[in-house]
């Protein structure tokens, strides 16, 4: 079991929250299903969810804690909050990019939503630290080079980041 992180992501979902924490515990390392709740009797007020039906999973992913929650249809995801991953290799990055794209969609640079409509970055630490680079025009060609792409693609904005 994973220790509560001061700052956990709650995900509300209508009622995927244990097929979602599933989904995600098998793609990262370093992750499991932390607990399970599930709904009481239905009160007066609350989600009505049926007596026994899942609640929350509480989970973590690479050291993170996160809470899924089954609370109805009333709020969905966006792009306006999106969970990023740091990926050291192109082999790294091919395996999470395959993994949420199913079911899912790709967007741009490194941007896409899963299949439960969570937006992810799956991001290249080399490209990070070349973007911190002093010199603006390197920094320019590493922008304009992963623009356009989808999935990010390290060789080709290397070989923008060195074009002199």
Known sequence: ???????TPCLW????AEEAAKHYVSIFDDAGIDQITHYGKP???GPGRPEGSVMTVAFHLAGQSFT???????????EAISFQISCDTQAEIDRYWE??????????????KDRFGVSWQVVSSAVIRMLSDP????????VQAF??????????????????
Not at 68 to 78: E, M, Q, R, V
Not at 100 to 112: I, Y
Not at 147 to 164: F, G, Q, V
């Open 135 to 142: 010199d603006k025009r390197r920094v320019e060609r590493v």
């Open 147 to 164: 623009m356009p792409m989808s999935k990010l693609d390290i060789a080709t904005i290397e070989r923008a980041y060195r074009a002199d």
């Open 1 to 7: 079991m994973a220790t509560l992180s001061k700052i």
């Open 43 to 45: 009160g007066k007020e």
């Open 68 to 78: 899924a929650l089954n609370g109805g249809p009333l709020f969905t995801f966006s």
């Open 13 to 16: 979902f209508d009622d995927q």
């Open 99 to 112: 993994r949420l794209t199913q079911g899912g969609k790709e967007s741009r640079c490194g941007w896409l």
